[in-house]
């Protein structure tokens, strides 16, 4: 296929070899071509199975099955560390890509990828999709970490973006990886609909919350048909 794998160096300079040896030797290099063919196949599959392509951040499947090792150990007790799972979205990344462009776009969610690992060192760290970044991060230190990343995303990008936090506290009740990830972006969508605050922690009461509107938003056609809901001017 005319591209180049690799090399062979014979060590022996002196030497010469007949037509059958120097068959013997190009086989041999073909070989090891198709070795290291295959090896950077299996490298390029491996690293797109368990991380994102763009920032090389942990990929929602990846962080799901790290997330249920420590769900098993904080509901067993096999920890005495407190765990968060931290959500973030920058704020209005719609927009963002609209008006600068899906290049820029890129650069900007790069650049938050890089913020969160400085901050976060070796921590579990995830893109599941577009703008939304998950973390593990100790109870301890969610909060402080929260407002790290988002000073030093007002401070650090091009557009001064903001950016907005849930953070889910896990106690061991947790079914599965995706209900924790779950709580903590619904903690960090409420945080959005609130100018007031960059973050908010999860409570139960949010879920009461969100089933309030979504039974409002789902009946509002029937509520007008029977009348229950009337204009007023």
Not at 82 to 87: A, G, H, I, N, S
Not at 186 to 191: E, F, I, S, Y
Not at 192 to 219: A, V
Request: glycine share 6%; aromatic share 12%; proline share 1%.
């Amino acid at each position: 296929e005319e591209e180049l794998y690799g090399f062979v160096v014979f060590s022996n300079l002196d030497a010469s070899y007949n037509q059958t040896e120097n068959q013997l030797y190009e086989i041999d290099a073909n070989f090891l071509a198709i070795m290291l063919r295959h090896q950077r196949n299996v490298t390029y599959i491996y690293e797109n199975e368990l991380k994102d392509k763009l920032t090389k951040l942990m990929n929602m499947r990846t962080f799901g099955k790290s997330l249920d090792t420590i769900l098993m150990a904080v509901k067993y007790g096999r920890t005495d560390k407190e765990w968060d799972v931290v959500f973030f979205d920058l704020q209005h990344f719609k927009v963002y890509n609209n008006e600068y462009g899906i290049y820029e776009g890129d650069k900007l969610l790069k650049k938050t990828a890089s913020i969160l690992k400085d901050e976060l060192g070796d921590g579990m760290l995830a893109r599941f999709e577009s703008d939304h970044f998950y973390a593990l991060v100790e109870d301890s230190e969610a909060e402080n970490f929260v407002k790290r990343v988002s000073d030093r995303l007002l401070r650090e990008t091009d557009h001064k973006t903001g950016a907005r936090a849930g953070i889910y506290h896990i106690d061991g009740s947790e079914k599965k990886a995706i209900q924790a990830c779950d709580r903590a972006k619904l903690a960090g969508d409420m945080a959005r609909e609130d100018f007031s605050r960059y973050f908010r922690r999860y409570i139960p009461e949010m879920e009461d919350s969100l089933k309030k509107t979504s039974y409002i938003i789902g009946n509002l056609e029937k509520a007008i048909e029977k009348g229950w809901i009337r204009p007023a001017f």
